[in-house]
């Protein structure tokens, strides 16, 4: 009796597992076959994925002679569900513990040592990948950037931010993208303020006027209210 009751307790545990990979399926979007947790790992620094963004096997080369070449991907409005996704990865605590840790080791260990996901690159590899689509083809993601300009946790994923919407919007100025360039100029991030601040000027030098002022005022109010 003892066999026929493990084999029926192996048995429900295997069915147990597939019906949890069935509930648990990733719905995240997938391209050219391959599930989105594979693109997550070639963006992630140090991690080699044949047939990743970033290999060799996406490189177009279009002009010779001045070395005029650019991914595939870049060019396929399929991989954009893909890296605006991407912008929605992040680590958990043991994750981000990792990653400070392996920061911190010695150049001669780490490279023994597998590198660990790191979202924050993920994220910011993310925006920079839909930088390069250009307007023609990214314009989609102008939404997913704008939340990502007021809400991400990177200063880094930020600056990346600001600059993809400038370039996503260089041909016809969004109200969104002037409200979240305009919220950026007052971001904690002094690199991040300097960069929305100098698009404000360059794109739209009224909205960056009145958003000076305001600024200034504001600063004034608060060194009142320290006086008083």
């Not at 991690?47 to 963004?53: A, C, E, M, P, Q």
């Not at 991400?152 to 409200?179: H, Y």
Request: aromatic share 8%.
């Amino acid at each position: 009796r003892l066999p026929y009751a493990l084999m029926l307790t192996l048995l429900a545990v295997l069915a147990g597992v597939i019906w949890g990979m069935r509930v648990h399926k990733d719905t995240r979007p997938s391209y050219l076959g391959k599930p989105f947790g594979f693109w997550m790992r070639s963006l992630s620094p140090g991690v080699s994925v044949k047939g990743g963004f970033e290999s060799l096997e996406f490189v177009v080369n279009t002009n010779v002679a001045q070395y005029d070449w650019h991914m595939k991907w870049e060019t396929d409005t399929n991989a954009l569900p893909v890296l605006i996704a991407a912008l929605e990865v992040h680590n958990g605590p043991v994750r981000k513990a990792l990653c400070g840790l392996w920061a911190k080791l010695p150049d001669r260990i780490k490279w023994r040592v597998p590198v660990p996901f790191n979202a924050e690159q993920v994220r910011a590899k993310a925006v920079n990948a839909i930088r390069q689509m250009g307007a023609g083809y990214a314009r989609p993601a102008i939404p997913a950037l704008s939340a990502v300009l007021r809400k991400d946790e990177s200063p880094l994923v930020r600056q990346f931010a600001v600059d993809a919407l400038a370039r996503l919007s260089e041909f016809r100025l969004d109200r969104d993208v002037m409200d979240a360039w305009a919220k950026a100029t007052h971001d904690e991030d002094p690199r991040v303020r300097w960069i929305a601040a100098q698009i404000l000027k360059r794109e739209a030098p009224a909205l960056a006027a009145q958003r000076s002022e305001e600024h200034t005022s504001e600063l004034q109010s608060r060194q009142y209210l320290v006086c008083r």
